[in-house]
């Protein structure tokens, strides 16, 4: 499977636990993204890479969000101390750089409780 | 708070049919808008693009129809098939110094019957 795989794909803690998810895009591709899902709306932008910089962060991202990807390959997204409003979707794609066709993985499913 | 789950547009048509799904933008200054199709469990999946030196673009069952002047988007599909149940979001690429990030709109949900 070439595609853009995310891990793990569900996810339950605990109010004030931190989480990590990770993220294979398509080895190709230069661009990285992550985005957060929540019912019944569209995925809202957090932040972007291209290749190992990180280029732009949405306000949304709080100082208990941090996201890296250490060799311009695979990316991690950490949470730390959630709360229960961080429940959502949180999504994955990749790109190659200039191109609006972002390849999204299936999302990691993060439940707060 | 707004459950907006419960109030996501709903467009149901009958196979075979034509389905037109709107979408309108607010920032004239966008350049660059996308649909994609998101099916329930799975992450979202282009469809089409369209630049804005363009009215209309079409794909394979797919049009998109730009409208600047009142800064509307139009995804046509055609011979709706049940395989295209799915909720449909327009994307506009980000503004100003929002070069790399796509904006999204809340979404249509089409169901198709058989």
Request: with cysteine.
């Amino acid at each position: 499977d070439t595609g853009v795989s995310q891990d793990p794909r569900h996810k339950i803690t605990k109010r004030g636990q931190n989480v990590t998810f990770r993220c294979d895009p398509i080895s190709e591709h230069n661009r990285l993204y992550w985005y957060r899902q929540t019912l019944g709306q569209g995925p809202e932008f957090l932040t972007y890479f291209q290749n190992e910089a990180q280029l732009e962060k949405s306000r949304l991202l709080s100082d208990r969000f941090s996201a890296e990807r250490p060799k311009g390959s695979f990316s991690t997204l950490e949470i730390q101390r959630t709360e229960q409003g961080d429940s959502a979707m949180y999504l994955c794609a990749s790109s190659f750089r200039g191109s609006g066709e972002l390849f999204f993985g299936e999302g990691s499913r993060l439940t707060v409780l | 708070g707004e459950s907006v789950g419960l109030h996501l547009p709903t467009l149901s048509v009958q196979e075979g049919d034509n389905s037109i799904i709107n979408c309108a933008y607010s920032n004239s200054a966008s350049d660059y808008f996308i649909w994609y199709k998101q099916e329930s469990g799975k992450g979202p999946q282009f469809i089409i693009d369209i630049r804005s030196n363009m009215d209309k673009r079409q794909g394979q069952r797919v049009t998109v129809l730009l409208n600047k002047t009142v800064k509307h988007l139009s995804l046509q599909i055609a011979a709706t098939q049940p395989g295209d149940s799915a909720v449909y979001f327009c994307a506009e690429k980000g503004y100003g110094g929002s070069q790399g990030n796509l904006i999204f709109g809340k979404g249509t949900k089409l169901s198709v019957k058989p």
